[in-house]
């Protein structure tokens, strides 16, 4: 989801090493490849410090007793371009389901290759992957907290001619699946960002 912009990045090892970094290109450069290694994007260092103090909890969202289902979302806070995420509901990553892992990056994550994909190409684009993945777990629930993706893009509802060919396309497909999906029993949707386990957590 796009939502503030983060100042600063805070990430905790492994090892017991943690700290915060005033962008994200130098804590990619600590985490990345780091099996356990957890971060998260705050607006303020006082955040982050908090952060660190609790643990490093990416767990906070479980204690809320989500529904089970399929989760999805998109950001764009690496700074590389629109990344896409799908979980179930304890943040468990599921894109492997619908798309080969060569596509995915170290986080489990898709980085769409077009520089031109927008946050919104990338919501509609993960509920795309989580509409396949509902099928393939047999999940009849799928959240995310897209506005425009659930209410509208994903039901024929869009101003077609201010949008390129190719979300046009993907917008017809995904409305399909949905179609079929929601026709077997099957909901879609729309939750806060703060409880999308989906969220890639670079608004925090």
């Known amino acids: 989801m796009a939502g503030k912009k983060n100042n600063c990045y805070a990430y905790r090892l492994p090892s017991g090493r943690s700290g915060v970094v005033a962008d994200w290109k130098k804590c990619e450069a600590l985490v990345s490849g780091v099996h356990g290694a957890r971060y998260r994007g705050f607006t303020s260092e006082l955040e982050a410090r908090a952060w660190l103090a609790e ?6 969202r479980a204690y809320r007793k989500l529904e089970p289902g399929i989760y999805f979302d998109a950001g764009t806070g690496r700074g590389e371009g629109v990344e896409v995420s799908v979980t179930d509901e304890t ?3 599921l894109l492997h389901k619908a798309i080969a892992k060569k596509q995915l990056n170290v986080f489990g994550k898709h980085l769409i290759g077009n520089g031109d994909a ?4 990338g919501e509609l684009l993960a509920l795309r992957y989580a509409l396949t993945v509902a099928k393939k777990e047999r999940a009849k629930k799928i959240f995310g907290d897209s506005k425009l993706v659930i209410d509208y893009w994903s039901q024929h509802r869009a101003k077609r001619k201010e949008l390129s060919a190719e979300t046009v396309r993907l917008l017809d497909d995904v409305a399909k699946l949905r179609e079929q999906f929601e026709a077997t029993g099957g909901t879609v949707q729309r939750i806060s960002g703060d409880d999308n386990p989906a969220d890639l957590g670079f608004h925090r």
Do not use: I
């Not at 643990?55 to 906070?60: H, I, L, N, R, V």
């Not at 927008?118 to 190409?121: E, I």
């Open 118 to 121: 927008t946050n919104n190409y």
């Open 91 to 93: 943040g468990r990553n």
């Open 55 to 60: 643990g490093a909890p990416y767990e906070a």
